[in-house]
Structures are given as C-alpha cells and as structure tokens.
C-alpha cells in the first residue's frame, strides 16, 4: 500500500483570533495538499490548535473567561477563517482533547523509562509569549532576547525535569545534514549552525498552574507547552488511537512553519524527540519566512493586524467579485508575491496591482476573449489543440512547473502557468482570429482557438492549488469536469471534456479592482473614543440601480438630512430589488473616507447584517428623521 502523504501545520495558539501570518502557513500546507491531490496521491493534512499555553490561560483570565470555554470558541474562530479562506485540511487536532493528554502522558512517561529524562533544578527565564526557557546568559536586563519579542521575562526558579537534548548532537546533524530535510537550504545552514554551537538539556516542566496535562509521576508539575504541542503530530497521525492511520501517515512528509518556530523546536527538540522514542523522523521541515504589513511588524498596538477574513471582504468589496474568487484572490497574491520560503510583505497596494495584472488581465481577459470568440466564431464548440510549436513549449513548463512544486517552489511554479496564460494572449494577438473571420477561414480560426484554449486548459490545471475556485469555474466553462489531475495536463489530454457543452460568454470571474483599498486594521478591542469617531446617521435610501456591467452592485443615493445627500455603492443586489430598497432608512457610515468602486465615488457605507448566505440591511426599529445621530 502507498504511504498517504501527511502534511502538517504548526498548531496555532489560540490566545487570539487568526491572523493573516497563520493563515499563510495553513495556505501553504493546503496548496501543497492539493497539488500532491493533483499527482493522484492520497493525502493527510493536519492542521489544529495549541491550547494548553500558559499565554493562553492568560488570555483567557484576561476577557473573564474560563480557559475551556475560551479555547472551544477560538478553536471555532480557527475553523470558520480556514473555511473562510477555502482551506480543506482531513484533521483538525486540538491539545485539550482527552485522548491527546493520554498520548503525552504515555510518550513522558517512555522517554523517562527510557532514561532520556531526568530530574533537576531550573534557575533561568521564561518567556510566556514565546512560551520559551531562556538561560541566565543569553538573557540582557530580564528582557527576551528574541529580538522580534523583546519583553520583560519571567524568572523561574525551582525543581523539575530535564530532556537529554545534548545526547542527541550527532544523529540530529546526520538527519539536518541530508538534502532537503531542511528548507530552504539557508535554514538548513542556520540549524546546522545552531546544533553545531552545541545543544544543552533542556527543561521540559512548569509548575502546576491548572492548565496544562500534568506531568506523570510528579502531578505537582505540568508539561512544557512546546513538548505536549509537537507530540501533536503524532496524536493527530492516530498514534495510540488508530494503528492502522499512523502506519500508514508516518513520518510526516512535508511539516511547515515559519521561521521563528524552526530552529529551537521543530529541528532540534522535535527530532530528538522522536530519536529518543525510536521513532522516524519527518521527511521534510520547511521554514518559510514571515509577512510584514506595509514594511512594519503587524502588532496590536500598531494597529496593523491584517485578518484573512477581512482581507477577502476587502477584496468582494472593491472588485465585486464572488466569495471564493476573492479567496482565490487572496492566497495568489500571498504566493505569487513573496517566494516561498522568503521574508514578505502585505499591502492592499500590491495586492491590487497583482490582482489587476495577472488575475483581471492576463487571466481574465484571456478566458473572456476565447469563450467570446469560441461563441461567436464556432457556436461554442471546443476545436482540438493542433500539433505545433507550442505543445513542446507547453511540455517544457509543465515540466519546470512539477519541479517548482516537487521543491515548494510555488512562486516559480504560478509563473510558469502565468507564461502559458502571456503565450495565449500573444499567439490571439498574432494570429488575430477576428480577422481571419472577415475573411472567413474557419480553419484557421480553429487552429488558433484551438492553441489559446490549449494552453489556458493547462494553465488553469496547474493554478489549481492556487486559485481552486476560479481554475474550476475556468475548466467547467471550456467544457472539463475539474478537479483535473496533473495527467491532464498534458497537451492534447481531452480525456475529461464532457460531451456536446457548448462555451458562452459569461460574467468576468475577476472584475478589475479600481481603487487602493485602504488597510482596514482591525483591532479586536476598540476604546469609545474609537467607537466615537464613527458618525453613524440614518440614511433614508432615494434611488437605487445596477451600476452597469456588475450583476451584484447597486449605486444608491442616500438622504443624510442635514448632511446632504451621499452616493454608496454596495454588493447586495442578489438580496434585494432596487423597489425595496428605495424609501428605506438605513445606518450609514457617514465618515468613512470616499473610495472608488468600478469607477463611481461612494461615500459613506450602509450597514448590513453578513448572515449565512444572506445580506440583511440593518434599519432603525422606528422611522426617524434622516441624518439623526447613532450610537
Ligand atoms: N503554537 C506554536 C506552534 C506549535 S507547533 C507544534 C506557535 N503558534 S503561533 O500561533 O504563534 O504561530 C503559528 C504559525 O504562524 C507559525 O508558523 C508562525 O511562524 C506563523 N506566523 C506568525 N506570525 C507570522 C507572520 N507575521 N508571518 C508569517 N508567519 C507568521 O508558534
């Protein structure tokens, strides 16, 4: 039987809500996912949530919450924003579930019989936020000295126990050392660095504050957070649970995360873990880099967090685009933007530019120009790609393509299926089918149409991972049933057409994005001055129509009494007929800075309930004059 492919995340501490830095580590695995999908493979990808974390408790505490409770909803939070991204991992694992407890319990107790663990007395720091020991001489003014962190340290003094980390310098470098067991190779260089600096035991307990999975054999003492969350892998592989799961997922053949948890904990304690319980080590640790916001660290005091759900909402919008596109949207600027593996940055700026560019033009025009002139030129009939010059090329990329990916290489990998996309655009240019029409040569017409589609087909195959929804909308309006898998990918690979579907024009999957969205920063806890600067106003809606060529948005006039009169532009024609909207009062944001959305001004915003597939415009319970203050 074939191993399955297991794939794992980092689990996320769940003292607060996603952020877009998490969230780029879960695209990450779900990318992978779905390309290891593609090659016919089968899959595992865990992903989950560490929720035994002093911080976390803290946090907890901190909203007058008990930490069970906490833990339960922001696991949900978790789940709705990886659902919301279009994230579809097989496991979900979260370290407060009984039967995680017992696996840790079970692996402390091996490794103490075992004699790798080993009771003594801890004087150092810790650091709660990075939930990490540090030792008195790494250690300047109390502070932590990761410089990323910087705060004030906790000093810990008392009796505990100890992991035999330093007996495991030379298998560690023998396992760093082999090819590709570290990406990309400048990690590999600065781990190996690191446990060539020489590895000294580390302290694996706290004392017992009643969150956490006690420490067998000494119930007065807890488990270190960083060794209950690896063992993670393996609980949520079916370790002591599912024999036949675990024989069949381990070891985990490609396990992300960013760069900050790479040296100390997934490339040091982590295989030395699993070398001390006899255990086969992980195929492949990638540490990718982290995203900045407009060049600054994202902080809450800063104000700059970017959340992934916010994101996709910025993008529907000021595109009008659907729901999964936007999602689409959100993960191709993340890996088109940054090479993997590499530091990068976050802005709506670029995120605009590169949706514009790639996704509204090269990709969005080329589908609209083929199924146009498929319609128009050959009643919607699919010609077959002819043998010429362009299927060595497209091999070539296809090629290139699996390559990129086998590496995790995925920003060369959606250039590559770019290429296919600006070949198509060049090849319609050149052979100007519209032409040939006038002259009436179908033949032509076929061979070139037959070309472009050719290679948007392919193209759209290998974008897949990277853009799910709109590849499978693409390969469903030429006639394919997606998913397609890499075999098809091949040119002249018909094998999945579906019979007699004809191609029509249809709505842009990508509408241009007009304006530079600004950085919607959203902090959780806002203060009333905050909340003050809002100048929310009854509005009473006078008109209402369909701004042209959108089938969702509706250009609005609203009345804000003394204020004037403001025109807004908002996605909800699928929820409501301009005849019901008209003589509405509504909330309206009457401060909001103007943007441009489809090239008309709107200025002010009108508040609306996001329900479950519903859009629900939010008015006063009674009538009250227009322009009347909300608080
Ligand atoms: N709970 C630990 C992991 C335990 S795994 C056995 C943890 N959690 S975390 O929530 O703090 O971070 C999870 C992931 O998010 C890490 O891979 C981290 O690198 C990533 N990121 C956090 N901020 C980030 C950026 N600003 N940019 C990119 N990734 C970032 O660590």
Redesign the pocket.
């Known amino acids: 039987m074939e191993k399955i492919f297991y794939i794992t995340?980092?689990?996320?501490?769940?003292?607060d809500v996603?952020?877009?830095?998490?969230a780029?580590?879960t695209l990450a695995a779900d990318i992978l996912s779905r390309y290891v999908k593609m090659k016919g493979r089968e899959v595992f990808f865990a992903t989950g949530?560490?929720e035994n974390?002093p911080k976390v408790a803290e946090a907890a505490k901190a909203r007058g919450e008990d930490p069970a409770s906490f833990c339960e909803r922001m696991a949900e939070e978790f789940k709705k924003a990886w659902s919301g991204l279009g994230i579809s991992f097989d496991a979900f694992i979260r370290t407060t579930e009984k039967h995680h407890a017992e696996v840790v319990k079970y692996l402390v107790q091996e490794l103490k019989e075992k004699g790798w663990i080993y009771e003594g007395y801890y004087n150092g720091w810790y650091c709660i936020y990075?939930?990490t020991y540090f030792r008195e001489e790494e250690v300047e003014r109390g502070l932590c000295p990761n410089p990323e962190c910087q705060r004030p340290l906790q000093q810990v003094s008392e009796r505990g126990y100890y992991f035999k980390l330093s007996a495991f310098e030379e298998p560690l470098l023998s396992f760093l050392r082999e090819s590709n067991s570290v990406l990309p190779d400048f990690r590999q260089r600065e781990v190996l660095n690191f446990v060539l600096g020489g590895l000294r035991d580390i302290y694996i307990t706290r004392k017992k504050k009643d969150w956490g999975i006690p420490f067998p054999g000494d119930e007065k003492l807890q488990v270190y957070?960083?060794v209950d969350?690896?063992i993670?892998?393996l609980t949520v592989a079916g370790f002591l649970q599912d024999e036949e799961l675990f024989t069949s997922l381990w070891p985990p053949d490609v396990q992300?995360?960013?760069?900050?948890?790479?040296v100390r904990?997934?490339a040091t304690l982590?295989p030395a873990m699993l070398l001390a319980l006899g255990l086969p080590l992980p195929n492949l640790l990638f540490?990718?880099?982290?995203?900045?916001v407009k060049g600054e660290?994202?902080s809450k005091s800063k104000g700059n967090v970017i959340h992934p759900l916010s994101a996709v909402e910025e993008i529907i919008r000021f595109s009008g685009c659907e729901r999964a596109f936007a999602k689409d949207a959100l993960r191709f600027y993340l890996f088109r933007s940054t090479p993997f593996g590499a530091?990068?940055d976050f802005s709506y700026e670029a995120l605009r530019a590169c949706y514009n560019a790639d996704l509204a033009n090269n990709l969005g025009n080329l589908e609209n120009r083929l199924t146009t002139m498929t319609d128009r030129y050959l009643n919607g009939e699919v010609p077959p790609p002819p043998e010429n010059g362009y299927s060595q090329r497209a091999e070539e990329l296809l090629a290139n393509y699996q390559q990129a990916m086998d590496n995790l290489a995925f920003h060369s990998a959606i250039g590559d299926a770019l290429s296919l996309l600006d070949m198509a655009n060049k090849h319609l240019d050149k052979t100007a089918p519209w032409r040939l029409f006038k002259e009436g040569n179908i033949q032509a017409i076929r061979r070139s149409l037959g070309t472009a589609i050719e290679l948007l087909r392919i193209s759209a195959i290998l974008l897949q991972p990277f853009l799910p929804s709109a590849s499978s909308e693409i390969l469903s309006r030429l006639g394919f049933s997606p998913p397609l898998l890499l075999k098809d990918a091949k040119w002249g690979a018909f094998t999945r057409q579906v019979e007699g579907v004809k191609i029509k024009k249809m709505a842009p999957i990508f509408p241009r994005m007009e304006e530079v969205i600004k950085i919607s920063a959203q902090e959780k806890e806002i203060s009333m001055d905050d909340f003050a600067r809002v100048d929310l106003r009854v509005g009473k809606i006078i008109s209402c129509k369909v701004v042209e060529g959108t089938e969702k948005l509706y250009q609005m006039e609203v009345d804000l009494g003394e204020l004037g009169k403001r025109r807004t532009v908002a996605a909800i024609a699928p929820y409501y007929t301009p005849g019901e909207l008209i003589g509405k009062s509504v909330i309206f944001v009457a401060n909001l800075a103007p943007a441009k959305i489809r090239g008309l001004i709107s200025e002010g915003m009108i508040l609306a309930v996001d329900a479950p597939n519903n859009v629900i415009i939010v008015t006063p319970e009674k009538e009250a004059p227009p322009g009347s203050k909300v608080r």
């Open positions: 995340t980092p689990i996320y501490y769940v003292n996603p952020h877009i830095g998490s780029y580590t949530t560490d974390a990075d939930e957070v960083w969350a690896l993670n892998y992300f995360m960013g760069k900050d948890i790479l904990f997934h982590w540490g990718h880099g982290f995203l900045t660290k994202m530091d990068g």
